[in-house]
C-alpha cells in the first residue's frame, strides 16, 4: 500500500527541473503590453505639478496613469490590510522614497522604462521623519496629513499582559536584565520580484489577474470592493509563484494600475517590478525598536518579561495581521517559560518609509517576540554566569503543564520542551564544544555557541478572534473522488514553493488509503476553488491541512454507506483499515474507496437521504492556533582582527507536531536558518538622514550564499498538537524565527572576553569591531 | 534602430531583429518564448538568469544579445537529451533540491558545467561553484545533495520524460 | 530587471578596427561586460556606441616574456585565478581573483575590464598597483605605456583617452619576491570594506622592495606609498609590518558607508597590511 505520510518525491518538480514552471513573468499573452511605474526620489515632498505630455508621445506608449486619472475613478487610494488607506498614485505628497507617482503603459518593457524618464514631476521636499525614535516628538513633520484630523505621526498603542502585577515582580527581583535592541527593517526578498498581468475583457465584463499572490481570493474579494467590478466578474490566477515569504500578501499599486491600464487600453497589461522596486517599496518585516526587562532570582528562575516597543510602521500602515493584533502575535513574548508576569506595550509610528511590517516568516512579529525573550534569557546567563543552555533547561516549560496559557493569554497547545532541547545538546556534543571553547578561549581565538529556544505560534486562526479586513480566517476545501478511483482536491492556500501538489495529495491518500499520485491538488484559482485567506504565517497545514484531513474522513464516511449498500450490510457493521472499508470479521469482504467510488457514480440505489457522487467539502475554523517549537544551538568563530563571523555549525530541533513529508519539513526548516544568518550577519534596509534607501539592491541589501550557510545538523522531536486532525502544527516559519537570535547569542558569547553583552544586528565586521571598541552602531540609519 | 541577433540555442539556429541594447536573458525570453531561464534582480548578483554561452555558465542578464550573435546558448529547456532527464535534473527532484523553482534553472546550468569538468566535486567545491547564486528557499543544503546525487550517477540514465 | 537606453552596437574586427571605433564620441567598450552592463542597466552610464572586442583573442594571453608577467587586457578573472604561471610568480593575483566577485562573473569579467572601469574598491587596481606593473595602451600610432601607478585619475576615470584601448598589463619578475592579498567584505562577492595587498622582495631578511596596495580606502592611486618607504631596507619581521600597517592606515582616506564608518576601515587597514605582508614574506622566503 503506498504510503500517505512519509518522504515522497514531489510531484510538481516534474515542471519545474524542465523550466517549464508558470510565473507571473512567463505569461504571454495576445496584444499583452508593459507598464513601469515612475517612484519619488523623494521621501516627503509636495507635488507641484505632473507633466507627462512627452511620455504620452512616445510612440510606443498607449497610456500614462496619474494620481489624477485613478481620481476620478475614485482609485487614488486603496485600503490596506491594517484598515489604514494607502496611495495608488501620490495626488498631493510623496511619502516615502520609491512611492508610485505614475504608470506608463506602452507595446514593452524597454519603452515603458524609457517613457518614464520623459515624465517631469515638479516636487516641492518636505523635512523628512526617518528616525522612528523621534518620528513622535512634539513639532515632527506630519506625514498623513490626508487623514481627516491626523496630528501627529502616532498610529496607535497596543497592551498586553498585566502591567501592576509585572511592576510587583520587577520591584522585588534579585536580578533584572535591561536591554534596547532593535530587530532591523530587514526584506523578504523573494526571488521572484512582485507583478501582474491583468485582463479586462470589455465584452464579458471579467477582470482576469494573473498575479504573485499568497492570498488569491482574499485579492479577488478587495479588488471587488476598491474597483466597482463585481467579486463574481473577478478571477484571480497565482500561478507558480518564485517565492512569498509574506512579502507577496498585500496589494500593490502596481497591480492595481496594471487593473486600470487594462480597462483604459482594452488591452492586457503587465507589470512585473524590478528588485529595486521589491526592496524599496515592498512590503519589508520588522522594524521593532524594543526596551526589554527580565527579572530573575539569583538561583536563575526566570520570573517577569517586560517590553514596550516602537513599531516603524512605514508611510502608510499596512501590516497584514489579524485585525485585533495591531502588533500580531508579539504576545508570546513570554517565550518558552513559566513566567509569574508578563507586560509589553507597542507603539507602532508613521514615518517617510515603505509600508509594511509583518513578513518575512515572522508569524505576525513572533520573530520579534522570540528574538527579545531569547537575547534577555541569554543576558541573564551572562549576568549569573551560568551555562545558557543549562539556564534554559531549568526554566522550560515542563510537558505535564500543557495546555499551558501564557501571561498573555495565549494557550499552548503541546510541546515536551526538555526533550526537545536535550535532543538538540546532544546533536551538538554541546558539553565537548563547552571544553573547546575554553581551549580555544586560551588560544586567544574566538569562539561562540548560542543556543535559541523558541515557541511559535501559527496556523491563523479562529475566526471568533481572528479576521483580516473583516474575512475570518477560517479555510474551504473540495474533494471529489472521480468514478475511476482518482481524486481531485481544491484547496483555498497558495504554495509558493512548500510542496502543496504533493503534501495535501499525500494527506488525502493517508486518509482514504489512495496513492497520492492518484490525487490532483488544485490551487491558485479563484474560480476553481472554495475560498480561504491564503498561505502565510505557517497556516496552510494547521488550517487547510486541517481541512483536507476533515474533508476525507467525510468522503470516507460517505463511502463506508455506499459500501453498506454494496456490501448489504449495516453501515455499523463495517470497519476501515487502510484504504478499504470491510465487514468486521471478513477481512475479505473489503472494498477500495476506488470501488465504492465507481459504485457511488452507478445505478446503485443508496438509502433514503444519502446522495450519490463521492465528494465533500468543508470549512475548516481552527479552534486555536498550533505551536510548534525547536531548540536552535550555533557555533561561530569571530576573527576580532577584522570582525568577520564564520558560522560553523548550526544544529536545529524542531517539534512541529506529525509530519506528512519529512523531507519537505526539513527544507522548510533548512531555509529558515540560512535566513538566520542573513539577518544576524548582512541584512539591513538603512536609511540617511534625508530618507535615502540604503538597501535597495543586491549590493546593498545581501543575502547569505551557499558559503555563508554551514551543512545544517537537524533532529525532531514529535509532539502532535491535541486540536489539529491529524496532529500537526505547521513549520514553514519556525526557522526564521529561531535562528537569528541563535546567531546573535553565539556571537556575543564568543565576544565574551571583551565584556561585550549586546550589539544589534547585523553583525556585520563593522559591527562586532565596533562592539569590541565598546562602541556599537545603530543599524537602521545610515552608518558615519 | 534594430539589428539582426541571430544564435544557436539549444542546438537550434534563431534570429531576430532586436534593439542593440536587448538583454540576452529578455531575448532568451521574450524573443524565443524560451521561459525557463528567469531573471531576479537588477546588479547581476541573484543568478536565475545563468544559462551557458559557448559552453560556459554566464549571467544572461548582463550581456546584450548582441554579444551572443553567431554563438552557441544552452538553457535549462536543453538540458534534457532524448527524452531522459540530465543527472543534475534527476538530483534535483531526488534531494528535495528545490521548492519554488525560480533559482533552480540557473542552479542546475551552473552544476552541469561544474560537473563535466570536475566530475566528484566535494561539498566545499560544490558551494563555491553556486556562491554566486541566490536561493531563498533552500538554504542551499538540499541544492549541495543534489548535485552530488548527480556526480554520483553519472553514468545512468535515471528518469524518463513523461 | 531594469534596462539600458538605447545603444549602437559594433564588434571589433581586429585592434586598429577596434582603435577607429573608439575615436568616436560617447563610445565605450565592452569585453565581459560586467562592470559596464550592470552601469547601463541602472542607466548610471549611457553610451553611445558599444565596441565588442571578444573577438581580439590577440588580447587574451598569460605569459612569462623577457622578465615580465604579461597579462592580456582580455584575460578573463578565471584565468588569472587558474593560471600556474602567475599564481607561482604573484600569488597575490591569484588572492585576490578567488575573492572578486563570483565563480560565475569570474568567467566572463576581464582583467582589462576592471581595471577601466576604475572603481575605487576594485581589487585589482591595488594589486597591480602593489606589483609596481604597467599598463601598455594601444593608440592609433603604436602604442604608450603607463605606470599602473598613474593609470588611475579618480573614481571611474583612467588615462585612456578616445581612440585608445589598453591592450595589457606587465609585472616587472625579481627573484625572492613573494606577495598576498587580504580583503575583508560583509559577505563573499561584496566589494572590500577594506583590502591590502603586499608584494615583497627580500634579500635574506631584509626587505629591498616593498609594494602596498590599498582598496577602496581612498588611498591615493590604490598606493600606501609612506608605508612602503617606511619598510624599504629594514627587517622583515612583525615589528616591521605592524608599523607598516600603522603608518598606511593614517595615510589613506576612508570614507564611513554601510561597509563600515572610518576608524573601521582605518583599522582595517594596519590589521590587513600587516596580515599581507606576514604572508608575503613568507612566501618570499620559500620561492625562488
Known sequence: MTPGFGRMLRKEDQRFIRGQGLFVDDVRLPGMLHGAVLRSPHAHARILAIDTLAAEAHPKVRAVITGETLRERNMAW?????????????????????????????????????????????????????????????????????????????????????????????????????????????????????????????????????????????????????????EHKIRVISPDIGGGFGNKVPIYPGYVCAVVGSIITGQPVKWMEDRSENLMSTCFARDFHMHGELAASRDGKIRAVRVTVLADHGAFNGTAQPSKYPAGFFGVFTGSYDLEAAHCRVTGTYTNKAPGGVAYSCSFRVTEAVYLVERLVDMLAYELEADPAELRMRNLLRPEQFPYTCQTGWTYDSGDYPRTLRMALEIAGYDDLKKEQLAERAAGHLMGIGVSFFTEAVGAGPRKHMDILGLGMADGVEL??????????????????????????????????????????????????????????????????????IVARKVRERARIVASAMLEVNAADLEWERGRWFVRGDPDSGRTIAEIALAAHSDLELPDGVEGHLDASCVYNPPNLTYPCGAYICVVDVDPGTGKVSVRRFIAVDDCGVRINPMIVEGQVHRGLADGIGMALMESIAFDVEGNCLGGSFMDYLLPTSLECPAWELGETVTPSPHHPIGAKGVGESATVGSPPAVVNAVIDALRPYGVRHADMPLTPAQVWRAIQGRPLRTDLAIS | MTIRVAMTVNGTEYAREVEPRLLLIHYIRDELGLTGSHWGCDTSNCGSCVVWLDAKPVKSCTLLAAMADGHAVRTVEGLERDGRLDPVQQGFIECHGLQCGFCTPGMMMTARWLLDHHPDPDEAEIREAISGQICRCTGYENIVRSIRWAAEHAAEHPGEST | MQVPSQVEYERATSVEHALSLLSRPETRVVAGGHSLIPMMKLRLAQPELLVDINGLAELAFIALDGGQLRIGALARHADLLDSDLAG????????????????????????????????PSEDLSAAFAAARATAVIKTPDGERTVPVREFHLGPYETVIGRGELLAEIRVPVRPGTGSAYEKVSRRVGDWSVAAAGAVLCLAGQQIQEAGLGLTAVGAEHFVAAEAEDFLRGRAADEESFAAAGAIAAGHCDPVADQRGPEDFKRHLVAELTTRALRRAAARAGSAG
Open chain 1, 78 to 230: 486603496m485600503p490596506t490590510l491594517s484598515g489604514d488607506r494607502q496611495a495608488v498614485l501620490a495626488t498631493d505628497k510623496v511619502r516615502f522614497q520609491g512611492q508610485e507617482v505614475a504608470f506608463v503603459v506602452a507595446e514593452d518593457r524597454y519603452s515603458a522604462r524609457d517613457a518614464l524618464e520623459m515624465i517631469d514631476v515638479d516636487y516641492e521636499p518636505l523635512p523628512a521623519v526617518i528616525d522612528a525614535r523621534h518620528a513622535l516628538d512634539p513639532g515632527a513633520p506630519l506625514i498623513r496629513d490626508d487623514l481627516p484630523g491626523c496630528t501627529s505621526n502616532h498610529i496607535f498603542d497596543w497592551e498586553s499582559g498585566d502591567a501592576a502585577r509585572t511592576e510587583a515582580v520587577f520591584a522585588d527581583a534579585e536580578v533584572t536584565i535591561t536591554q534596547d535592541m532593535l530587530y532591523p527593517r530587514v526584506h523578504p526578498a523573494p526571488l521572484e520580484t512582485c507583478g501582474a498581468v491583468a485582463q479586462y475583457d470589455k465584452v464579458s465584463g471579467k477582470l482576469t489577474i494573473w498575479e504573485t499572490t499568497q492570498a488569491p481570493h482574499a485579492h479577488r474579494t478587495l479588488y471587488a470592493m476598491v474597483s466597482g467590478l463585481p
Open chain 1, 480 to 549: 471529489r473522488i472521480h468514478p475511476t478511483g482518482t481524486a481531485v482536491l481544491r484547496i483555498s492556500v497558495q504554495t509558493q514553493g512548500q510542496g502543496h501538489e504533493t503534501t495535501f495529495a499525500q494527506i488525502v491518500a493517508e486518509e482514504l488509503g489512495l496513492s497520492p499520485d492518484d490525487v490532483e491538488v488544485v490551487h491558485g484559482d479563484t474560480d476553481q476553488t472554495p475560498f480561504g485567506l491564503g498561505t502565510y504565517g505557517s497556516r496552510s497545514t494547521p488550517v487547510s491541512g486541517a481541512a483536507t484531513a
Open chain 3, 88 to 119: 607561482r610568480y604573484f600569488p597575490i593575483f591569484r588572492d585576490a581573483e578567488r575573492v572578486v566577485a563570483d565563480p560565475i562573473v569570474r568567467l566572463w569579467g576581464t582583467v582589462g575590464g576592471s581595471l577601466c572601469q576604475a572603481d
